[in-house]
C-alpha cells in the first residue's frame, strides 16, 4: 500500500509542475480521479463516457506526466533544492558548503 501512495503523491507532484501540458478533458478527468478521488465509474457517468475511456484518459495522462519529467528533470531539481535549503538551515557551513556541491553534481548535468 506504502509504493501506490507513494506512487500517487509522485504523479500529483508531477500533475502541479506538467498539469498544463495536459489536453483540458485529461486534466478534468486527473483532477476528478486524483485530487478529487471519484471512482472511475463516477467519472464515466459524470462526463458520460466508458469506464474504459477514463482509465485510458488517466493512464495515458500518467504516462505523459512521466515522460515530462523524464526529459525535463524539473522534479527531481526541485527535491535536490530542497534538500540543499535543508543543508543551509544546518550549523557547520564549512561542512554542508561540501555536501551541498555533491547534492547539486549530477552525472547527467541535468
Do not use: P, W
Not at 15 to 44: M, V
Not at 72 to 101: I, W
Request: proline share 0%; aromatic share 8%; hydrophobic share 35%.
Amino acid at each position: 500500500m506504502g509504493d501506490n501512495m507513494d506512487k500517487n503523491i509522485e504523479i500529483s507532484m508531477l500533475y502541479d509542475i506538467y498539469g498544463k501540458l495536459l489536453t483540458n478533458r485529461q486534466q478534468e478527468i486527473f483532477e476528478e480521479y486524483y485530487l478529487y478521488n471519484l471512482s472511475l465509474r463516477e467519472i464515466a457517468e459524470n462526463k458520460k463516457i466508458s469506464y474504459q475511456a477514463v482509465r485510458d484518459s488517466i493512464k495515458a495522462s500518467e504516462t505523459a506526466l512521466e515522460n515530462f519529467e523524464s526529459v525535463t528533470h524539473t522534479l527531481e531539481l526541485r527535491e535536490k533544492m530542497n534538500k540543499a535549503y535543508d543543508l543551509c538551515d544546518e550549523a557547520d557551513l564549512n561542512e554542508q558548503r561540501d555536501k551541498l556541491k555533491k547534492l547539486l553534481k549530477s552525472e547527467d548535468d541535468i
